[in-house]
């Protein structure tokens, strides 16, 4: 992938977002950060990213609900979900929706360094990232 991959943060813990913003950034992506969701969305109409990474559960909606309708939104968006604990049900919903499954992401937090990259390049196979920095160790 030629360009810079723009990521769209919307998390509030704001270490969490700090130690993903220096490792994505890390790599040669473009980090944008909105420590809560309504902020997330007005950023991410502003300027739509190529991926979100988001926490779940957000505070005015469900997961299922987000993960559904922001492809509706921004078709070329793909989306990284950080859940609390694994949810089968969740994941059933998530991964039974053939839509969703190539744009979408789960991690079970806390997320490691390399859970985050492997995402990434999961939902961008053509992203070659700067590899100087690939091999570190994870959070």
Do not use: N
């Not at 859940?83 to 991964?95: M, N, P, Q, R």
């Not at 937090?109 to 390399?114: E, G």
Request: negative net charge.
């Amino acid at each position: 992938m030629s360009r810079t991959i723009q990521v769209l943060l919307i998390d509030s813990d704001r270490l969490r977002c700090a130690l993903m913003r220096t490792i994505l950034e890390g790599v040669g992506l473009e980090v944008l950060g909105a420590p809560v969701e309504g902020l997330g969305w007005r950023v991410l109409r502003a300027a739509p990213s190529d991926l979100v990474i988001t926490d779940l559960p957000l505070t005015d909606a469900s997961g299922v609900e987000i993960l559904r309708e922001l492809p509706r939104a921004y078709p070329e968006t793909r989306i990284i979900a950080l859940l609390d604990g694994i949810d089968a049900d969740f994941e059933t919903h998530v991964l039974a929706d053939e839509r969703l499954r190539p744009r979408v992401r789960l991690l079970v937090k806390p997320v490691f360094r390399m859970q985050l990259l492997t995402a990434v390049r999961e939902l961008f196979p053509d992203w070659h990232p700067d590899e100087s920095r690939w091999d570190q160790e994870g959070l």
